[in-house]
């Protein structure tokens, strides 16, 4: 099913909704590091149905490049996650997200960012149509927590909904962390976590009636392959939800982003261990090939721009300091690299996307 156009508003205040047409292109050519041009030739391969294990051997050696890059791609994701995420909690708390702001929000204060960062999840559902407290029918009883960090959108999704969690990271440190915030906060028989991989899931087909995905696919390598396991483990009738970064979509005419575009973008590829980005359209067209319903996408850019300048903000406090020193490199470059998401957002080139869709019932 095609997206369409729709009515939707925030709880306290209007937003236009963007339903986003797909355009054809390829994101991956974006790409200047290795794992940037393994995505595209993993891209290529799945799109043309060859390269599979056992193929050529021309295809065998690409699989093993491929798989030796990504390998190092997931090790520097996990070592960054394992520095950093005790710095995020000792500031920000249990979740590692952007906020959701009223526009042209100010003077925002801490209890005021980790509210946002609630409400960011509440507008989620009510996006997906996800957030009636007294429709029983629409109230997911299993849930998956793709790129769960330590684990507070499970938390909160367990408790809002009575519901069994299981998320899944790559960074063995938030594992541990998450299942320990479970079990302090009484939730150790509704919630896991565990580290696993977002493109290969240890999940059955068809397990859980919320797939979610909290700005976890701006580091996925191959999105071709991270769209096709979140439909995969998502039931009959089930709802998935993605929010993530993306870049902008291509206007007409255009093959690619302008260069000073692609240039930001690597740099801050290179500090966040993140592979090529696509445009929030890319996501659509890969949620229309599996004939998915009731698809729809927004970008939320405007609100959540008051989030980056307060997390340097609080960066720039003798806590926040003090605590960066002691995270380690990787954690220190990628907060040297967050005046480069500022600009991204303020030349319109970094979008905040929201992409909801249901998994047909047969």
Known sequence: MSATSLSWKPSKWELPVKIVRPRSHN??????????????????????????????????????????????????????????????????????????YQSNASNVSLSDHRAAQIRMIEEALRFAALDSEDDHTKRPNQVVDVGCGIGGSSRYLASKYDAKCQGITLSPVQAQRANALASAQGLADKVSFQVA???????????????WSMESGEHMPDKTKFVNELVRVAAPGGTIIIVTWC?????????ALQSWEQSLLNK????????????????????????????????????????????????????????????????????????????GYKKGLIKFAIITCRKPNQ
């Open 27 to 100: 994101p991956n050519r974006l790409d200047r590091l290795a794992f940037r041009r393994c995505a595209m030739e993993a891209a290529s391969s799945s799109s043309s149905g060859s390269g599979g294990v056992g193929g050529s051997g021309s295809d065998a050696d690409s699989d093993k490049k491929i798989s030796s890059v990504w390998k190092q791609l997931h090790k520097g994701i996990a070592e960054f996650y394992d520095e950093s995420s005790s710095l995020w909690e000792n500031i920000w708390g249990d979740h590692m997200h952007h906020g959701f």
């Open 197 to 211: 991989d977002a493109l290969e899931q240890p999940f059955n087909d068809g397990q859980f009636d919320l797939v």
């Open 247 to 255: 870049h902008r979509d291509l206007g007409p005419g255009e093959e």
């Open 268 to 343: 801050i590829c290179d500090a966040f261990y993140l592979p090529a980005w696509c445009s929030t359209s890319h996501y659509v067209q890969l949620l229309e090939s599996h004939s998915l319903q009731d698809i729809k996408a927004a970008d939320w850019s405007e609100y959540v721009a008051p989030f980056w300048p307060a997390v340097i903000r609080s960066a720039l406090t003798w806590k926040g300091f003090t605590s960066l020193l002691r995270s380690g490199s990787k954690t220190i470059r990628g907060a040297l690299a967050m005046p480069l998401m500022i600009q």
